[in-house]
């Protein structure tokens, strides 16, 4: 969203403010879809891109189709094996007009379940996945981001190939969002609901604020229903 208010930061990147209320048909939030229904639109997105999966996605950028990508790190995995390292590089997330980004962030973290009848055996694995070396081995062999400070002094990481994550994680006015994964049905709407509604914006069969006001109004029933819960 680019709309400007008195709310925290950590608001200002989230899906709601302080009672509850979905953001997202709020004037800037709208402003936002509008801005990237009209990249696609214009014409800057090739037509066949609003049915791309990942895949096709990675692929446009490697292909010379497209100028540039906007992908997780796992992407560079198949980019790597196509392109020389001096014809591309990572760059942040350009910061809206009140000097912020709000970049989308996702995690993976190890756990042992309580039922399990092999305890120790299974936290000395989770210890040697999260040891400062073994964890930047895993994140180079998969394509993520190592969790230990100091990953980015690693040969592999200090790039331009990884410069513009790093440089997103350790600086102020790169705010991360968190996806509201606590929502029962935020799988559904991410999945089917978000996906086939922006489908149909950017086909041009609904507007902004209609698909705006549709997602908001599903959310706040989840979110009602989690707090609820609580």
Not at 73 to 90: G, K, N, Q, Y
Request: aromatic share 14%; glycine share 8%; charged share 25%.
């Amino acid at each position: 969203s680019s709309s400007q208010s008195s709310d925290t930061p950590l608001l200002a990147a989230g899906f709601f403010i302080e009672d509850g209320k979905s953001r997202m048909n709020e004037k800037g939030s709208i402003e936002g879809i509008q801005f990237l229904m009209d990249m696609y639109q214009k014409g800057y997105a090739p037509k066949a891109s609003v049915n791309w999966g990942f895949n096709e996605i990675v692929a446009g950028f490697y292909s010379g189709t497209c100028a540039f990508l906007d992908q997780d790190p796992d992407a560079l995995i198949a980019i790597a094996e196509r392109m020389s390292a001096d014809d591309f590089a990572v760059i942040p997330m350009p910061v809206g007009p009140a000097g912020k980004a709000f970049p989308t962030i996702g995690y993976v973290g190890w756990s042992v379940f309580n039922s399990s009848t092999e305890k120790d055996k299974s936290w000395d694995l989770v210890s040697h996945l999260s040891s400062p070396e073994k964890n930047k081995t895993w994140a180079k062999r998969v394509g993520v981001i190592p969790v230990h400070k100091g990953a980015d002094q690693d040969p592999h990481f200090k790039t331009e190939q990884f410069k513009g994550w790093f440089t997103e994680l350790n600086n102020a006015e790169y705010v991360p969002t968190i996806m509201p994964t606590y929502l029962e049905k935020w799988g559904y709407f991410s999945s089917t609901i978000a996906l086939e509604t922006s489908q149909e914006a950017l086909l041009g069969q609904r507007s902004a604020k209609e698909m705006a006001d549709e997602w908001a109004e599903f959310l706040n029933v989840e979110y009602a229903k989690w707090k609820k819960s609580q």
